[in-house]
């Protein structure tokens, strides 16, 4: 099975913060990952597939990148509705696994 | 615009089996792929295994193979996750979710107890 490792597990930063969430493959999964958003009592949400395409409806301030086993989430400006969990999962292969989580917190 | 609402919260015996239902609707259920997704409380997420409604093809993780059973009846847009032989470790949330490898939307889970 592919090891999917999120780094941080958790951070904390302040409305209007630039904050950047890392997730590593123990494998290349190409361009196979995606990222996903959860809230409390609430089923993910997906916000970014194949690294770097934004899912419809998803604010801009949220971007992807990198390719191979290294992987970013971006959020610009960080708004009050961000505060959250967040999961990166490669589709490159079966099983389809997760990272551990980064839980965002309000500083 | 495809939704997928699931069957409520179950509590049940260690040994025993639970089956969760995921209804469709909007889109075209058999043209997409029902996978099955679960947390336990706290926890992080873990891919169970998937579908593919309309030629009826199944795929489960390793962890999972010979304990869960996928199936959809493609009649009333329903897929269904059938786990057996549970154990406390099973207590979780359950959800469907559309796609193989890149999941949206999602169902709005299901609770499973296993308890004694």
């Known amino acids: 099975d592919i090891q999917m490792t999120q780094s941080p597990s958790s951070l904390s930063a302040s409305v209007g913060d630039r904050v950047t969430i890392t997730c590593r493959a123990s494998?290349?999964?190409?361009?196979?990952l995606n990222w996903y958003q959860q809230k409390p009592g609430k089923a993910p949400n997906l916000l970014i597939y194949?690294?770097?395409s934004l899912q419809s409806g998803v604010p801009s301030r949220f971007s992807g990148s990198g390719s191979g086993t290294d992987f970013a989430l971006t959020i610009s400006s960080l708004q009050p509705e961000d505060f959250a969990d967040y999961y990166c999962?490669?589709?490159?292969?079966?099983?389809?696994?997760f990272g551990q989580g980064t839980k965002l917190e309000i500083k | 615009q495809v939704q997928l609402v699931q069957s409520g919260a179950e509590v049940k015996k260690p040994g025993s089996s639970v089956k969760v239902s995921c209804k469709a609707s909007?889109?075209?259920?058999?043209?997409?792929?029902i996978s099955w997704v679960r947390q336990a409380p706290g926890q992080g997420l873990e891919w169970m295994g998937r579908?593919?409604?309309?030629?009826?093809?199944?795929k489960y993780a390793q962890k999972f193979q010979g304990r869960v059973t996928i199936t959809a009846d493609k009649s009333t847009t329903t897929a269904y996750m059938d786990l057996s032989s549970l154990t406390s470790e099973d207590t979780a949330v359950y959800y469907c979710?559309?796609?193989?490898?890149?999941?949206?939307?999602w169902g709005q889970g299901t609770l499973v107890t296993v308890s004694s």
């Open positions: 494998q290349s999964v190409n361009i196979h």
């Open positions: 979710a559309r796609g193989d490898g890149r999941f949206d939307p």
């Open positions: 999962q490669q589709s490159h292969s079966t099983p389809h696994t």
């Open positions: 909007g889109g075209t259920f058999s043209s997409y792929t």
């Open positions: 579908i593919i409604p309309i030629i009826g093809i199944t």
């Open positions: 194949h690294a770097s």
